[in-house]
């Protein structure tokens, strides 16, 4: 139990281009969904939070116009990387929270972007 | 001075060796900890999740917290080659957000 998936697993794009992941939970419904940003050989760093229905939470320095979040359902968010640039290549990865186990979040494979 | 640190290793075993691993932290409102394995281009899977201080025993993985030192650990017991990956200890105190350390790579040699 307890399965996040993401599509695409890997994406590569032209720069100027839109790219959009996303990230399902398969077995639960999650209130709440997470989106980080993971550098090579360097830890998770959160870039939003995702409110069911509501607007994303940015975390300071990550531009919300952006990393458009959108969730629109209690299984699936999506992460839209507008007008990739080279440095926005990276391993972006989701993770959800089961409604009633909040404090907990199970994390998909990951989505690997590079920006050419 | 970082909320959450953890020796990014890596630590080297024999297979069959008891691993330790481990982490400190500054924060205490942090109550809720947890235990991630990520295999290379890999998402983080969670292992371990304890709330508050005590022990949490699950087959050969054992997590220890010790809120009065803000330290906490994870122990494998008969470490497989197959428990090569990086482990990334991560904590919240009550918000959700998590809070993770940098990860330790470890590697179990057959």
């Known amino acids: 139990g307890a399965v996040v998936s993401q599509h695409p697993s890997w994406v590569i794009c032209k720069s100027g281009t839109s790219v959009k992941i996303e990230c399902r939970s398969l077995?639960?419904?999650?209130?709440?969904m997470f989106w980080y940003r993971q550098f090579p050989k360097q830890s998770l760093m959160l870039m939003a939070t995702s409110n069911e229905g509501s607007k994303a939470t940015y975390e300071q320095g990550v531009e919300k116009d952006k990393f458009l979040i959108n969730h629109a359902s209690l299984t699936l968010s999506t992460l839209t990387v507008t007008s990739a640039h080279p440095e926005d290549s990276s391993f972006y990865i989701c993770?959800?929270?089961?409604?009633?186990?909040?404090?907990?979040?199970?994390f998909g494979p990951g989505t690997r972007l590079l920006v050419l | 001075q970082k909320e959450v640190e953890q020796d990014p290793g890596p630590l080297s075993v024999p297979e069959g060796a008891i691993v330790s691993l481990n982490c400190t932290y500054s924060n205490s409102a942090f109550q809720y900890f947890m235990w991630y394995r990520q295999y290379s281009r890999k998402g983080p899977e969670l292992l371990m999740y304890t709330y508050s201080s005590g022990n949490k025993e699950d087959g050969r993985f054992t997590a220890q917290v010790d809120k009065s030192s803000k330290y906490i650990s994870l122990f494998i017991r008969d470490s497989q080659p197959s428990d090569s990956a990086t482990y990334l200890c991560?904590?919240?105190?009550?918000?959700?957000?998590?809070?993770f350390g940098t990860g330790t790579r470890l590697l179990v040699s057959p």
């Open positions: 077995d639960f419904q999650a209130t709440t």
């Open positions: 991560a904590m919240s105190g009550g918000f959700q957000k998590l809070v």
């Open positions: 993770s959800a929270s089961p409604i009633g186990y909040q404090e907990t979040q199970y």
